[in-house]
């Protein structure tokens, strides 16, 4: 069993930066795979990022390759997601999974992952 809460978001201007964090319970962190996901209103649940347990193998959405990198810290049992140049597009509510699967094409879908954070809030004002 695996608890995350996110943590980080807030309102922020069009072209800023915001870093979101997602802290995790457990011993055993390093062994999933992590993914940063969002939701926009009246949108589905999208796969923005993913990375490897151990070795931070990463993956990104094209929408925001070059733009956000996700990292984690896996003596902290930490999932961060640096997000630079922010666009209003970007505006949703982020959040942080975890699948006992591993990095494979299967990973950029929400049924991969089984525990869920609670969700925070990202605005991006024009």
């Known amino acids: 069993q695996v608890q995350l809460v996110e943590s980080g978001g807030g309102l922020v201007q069009a072209g800023g930066s915001l870093r979101l964090s997602c802290a995790a319970s457990?011993?055993?962190?390093?062994?999933?795979?992590m993914g940063w996901f969002r939701q926009a209103p009246g949108k589905d649940r999208e796969f923005v990022a993913a990375?490897?347990?151990?070795?931070?193998?990463?993956v990104y959405a094209d929408s925001v390759m070059g733009r956000f990198t996700i990292s984690r810290d896996n003596a902290k049992n930490t999932m961060y997601l640096q997000m630079n140049s922010v666009k209003p597009d970007d505006t949703a509510v982020y959040y942080c999974?975890?699948?006992?699967?591993?990095?494979?094409?299967?990973?950029?879908?929400?049924?991969?992952?089984?525990?869920w954070g609670q969700g925070t809030q990202v605005t991006v004002s024009s």
């Open positions: 999974a975890a699948s006992v699967y591993g990095l494979t094409y299967r990973i950029y879908q929400k049924e991969e992952y089984t525990y």
């Open positions: 457990g011993r055993t962190f390093s062994s999933y795979t």
């Open positions: 990375i490897s347990g151990i070795g931070g193998r990463t």
